[in-house]
C-alpha cells in the first residue's frame, strides 16, 4: 500500500522560498517517477513538477520553470519541491504523487496522491 505524506507548507510573503518534502513508503521508492501537483480553489489540479526514477529527467509547468525545483533522495525515500521567487498565484494545496508504472519516463501515470499541504503566497 502506497502512502505518501507532504509537508513543508505554509504562508509565505510573495519573493520569498518553501521547500515541500514527500515522504513515501510501500513500494520500491526508487523505482517509481514521482510529481508534484497543485490545486487552487475552484481550478483543476495541475501538474507541476516531476522528476523520474532516478533523478537524471525532470520536467516543468511553464508557469514555474525557473523558480521550482524537483528533486529525490532515493536512500531516504523523499522528494522534495523547492520553491523560490513565490507569487500569490503559486497559492493552492501541493500534492505529491507517485507514478502507477515503474521505469517510466517521459510518459507518466500517476496513480497514487498524498492528502496535500497548504501554501498560501501573501502579497
Known amino acids: 500500500q502506497v502512502q505518501l505524506v507532504e509537508s513543508g507548507g505554509g504562508l509565505v510573503q510573495a519573493g520569498r522560498s518553501l521547500r515541500l518534502t514527500c515522504a513515501a513508503s510501500g513500494r520500491s521508492f526508487s523505482s517509481y517517477t514521482m510529481g508534484w501537483f497543485r490545486q487552487a480553489p475552484g481550478k483543476e489540479r495541475i501538474l507541476v513538477a516531476s522528476?523520474?526514477?532516478?533523478?537524471?529527467?525532470?520536467a516543468y509547468a511553464d508557469s514555474v520553470k525557473g523558480r521550482f525545483t524537483i528533486s529525490r533522495d532515493n536512500a531516504k525515500n523523499t522528494v522534495f519541491l523547492q520553491m523560490n521567487s513565490l507569487k500569490p498565484e503559486d497559492t493552492a494545496v501541493y500534492y505529491c504523487?507517485?507514478?502507477?508504472?515503474?521505469?517510466?519516463?517521459?510518459?507518466?501515470?500517476?496513480?497514487?496522491w498524498g492528502q496535500g499541504t497548504q501554501v498560501t503566497v501573501s502579497s
Open positions: 522528476v523520474n526514477w532516478s533523478g537524471s529527467s525532470t
Open positions: 504523487a507517485q507514478n502507477r508504472v515503474a521505469f517510466q519516463w517521459p510518459r507518466r501515470e500517476y496513480a497514487y
